[in-house]
């Protein structure tokens, strides 16, 4: 029997090493799944890898994380956000390091590498700083920028609804990364509002093929982070 | 003293942006001054807005009760949805966009250059955290890259450039110059002065721009 449901948050990221690279979905203050990157903060692996847009507002989610000392890079391509305070004091302390990529870049980079592509040509970035050190080549006459495709051994991603083969939904503009960020991972670890019974969610409207995950669990009402911001909470609480 | 120069105000700026905007257009509005031009797309005209974190079919913003924290817009405001509009991921929102299926996209600009050279995302200085979010793929994948901005910045200096001096988002891709003081058309044959605001004459707009600018 296939069963991907996990009992609680902690249990779903209990197999999160040091060292490791992690996906984390989300694009500004919509669809980051901070109840699993809290359990994450309570777990404690280190030096970690970082793969997301943002770098986490206010003082909780991947902020709070990376306040945690528990991230050595981030890969993303906005880090500063009009609530991202944690990452630019950091950074510029040099206690923490920056890949930056253009967003399309980085979005088709963790496409491809989940799609066992190893690296691909964009015109995005050509003739800019961004591109210095890459290896360029001109495809019918116009130039293109050789990038390489992303994999990560977990991500962490939120959704709406689940069921236990992994097939997902997800909610409006909060479904951003998260598609591609469960393909590329080794383990894409997912919390979902709701977790259904199999058959109850139409085949024709599954946005993630359950193959792509390996973990859910369902958290009923994930937290609100712009109310989190709004009220300056920090985790740990 | 000499009279100080208005020419138009943000509001017609983004009305004349919105009058050039055919129906059936699928347009991507920057973050900032460019959102407004959604507010005076001409009535009768079907215009659908891209937002690069993964909706077609933007609508206006919410009332406040109304806000959602799921449905919000590339500068993470708060938007509606219109009837037919549809949400997406992230690589499919940027295979729209470098795809070439994007029409039109409103930008701001820190300088464009003579030959359509674009920097908008960076001022180098020192200390400075990069960012660059979805403007370099913007500009390299959308068929007409429209710039919204004041004709000079806030100390005077020329915006519209020889050559760009901050580091550049694209090179040669901008088609229309839209400021306080003018319409620029950016061609293979230099940049042409498309229209002018009231009271402002060429001669006044040659004095603030450093690229050389034509007339039609």
């Given at each position: ?161 689940a069921d236990r083969y992994?097939n ?27 977790i259904v019974e199999i058959?109850?969610i ?36 | ?216």
């Open positions: 029997m296939i069963n991907k449901v996990a009992k609680t948050a902690a249990e779903a990221v209990a197999d999160i090493f040091d060292g490791a690279t992690i996906m984390i979905s989300g694009f500004g203050e919509a669809g980051s799944p901070i109840e699993l990157i809290h359990a994450l903060i309570d777990h404690g692996a280190k030096n970690l890898t970082v793969v997301s847009n943002n770098t986490g507002n206010g003082h909780i989610g991947l902020a709070a994380l990376i306040e945690n000392k528990q991230v050595k890079k981030m890969i993303c391509s906005f880090p500063r956000t009009a609530n991202s305070i944690v990452f630019p004091e950091l950074y510029r302390q040099g206690e923490i390091e920056l890949e930056l990529v253009p967003q399309g870049t980085l979005a088709e980079r963790i496409r491809a590498g989940g799609a066992g592509i190893p690296a691909f040509f964009t015109p995005t970035s050509v003739n800019t700083p961004l591109a210095i050190g890459k290896e360029t080549r001109i495809f019918e006459s116009k130039p293109y920028v050789m990038e390489f495709g992303i994999k990560a051994d977990f991500a962490l991603v939120k959704c709406k609804t992994g997902l939904l997800f909610n409006k503009t909060a479904r951003n990364f998260g598609p591609v960020m469960c393909m590329a991972a080794k383990s894409a670890i997912v919390q979902a509002s709701e058959g109850s139409d085949p024709e409207i599954v946005v993630t093929p359950g193959i792509f995950v390996k973990k859910v669990v369902e958290i009923t009402h994930p937290v609100s982070e712009n109310q989190l911001i709004r009220e300056n909470r920090r985790y740990p609480w | 003293m000499v009279a100080e120069i208005k020419g138009w105000n943000r509001e017609q700026m983004a009305q004349k942006i919105a009058g050039d905007i055919p129906d059936g257009a699928y347009v991507n509005l920057g973050i900032g001054l460019p959102e407004l031009v959604a507010n005076y797309i001409p009535e009768g005209r079907e215009v659908i807005f891209h937002t690069e974190n993964g909706l077609l079919g933007v609508g206006p913003s919410p009332a406040k009760e109304d806000e959602d924290d799921e449905l919000i817009n590339a500068g993470k405001k708060p938007v509606t949805t219109i009837k037919g509009s549809c949400f997406f991921h992230h690589a499919d929102s940027f295979a729209m966009i470098r795809g070439g299926h994007i029409d039109i996209c409103v930008l701001g600009a820190f300088q464009v250059s003579e030959n359509g050279d674009l920097a908008n995302w960076s001022t180098g200085e020192p200390g400075a955290i990069p960012a660059v979010g979805g403007a370099m793929d913007l500009v390299e994948g959308v068929k007409t890259i429209i710039i919204f901005t004041q004709h000079t910045t806030k100390n005077g200096e020329p915006k519209i450039v020889k050559e760009c001096t901050y580091p550049l988002t694209g090179k040669g891709v901008v088609s229309h110059i839209y400021t306080d003081y003018a319409v620029i058309d950016v061609t293979d044959n230099g940049m042409f002065v498309r229209e002018m605001a009231p009271g402002i004459d060429f001669e006044f707009l040659k004095s603030c721009t450093e690229a050389e600018l034509k007339q039609y």
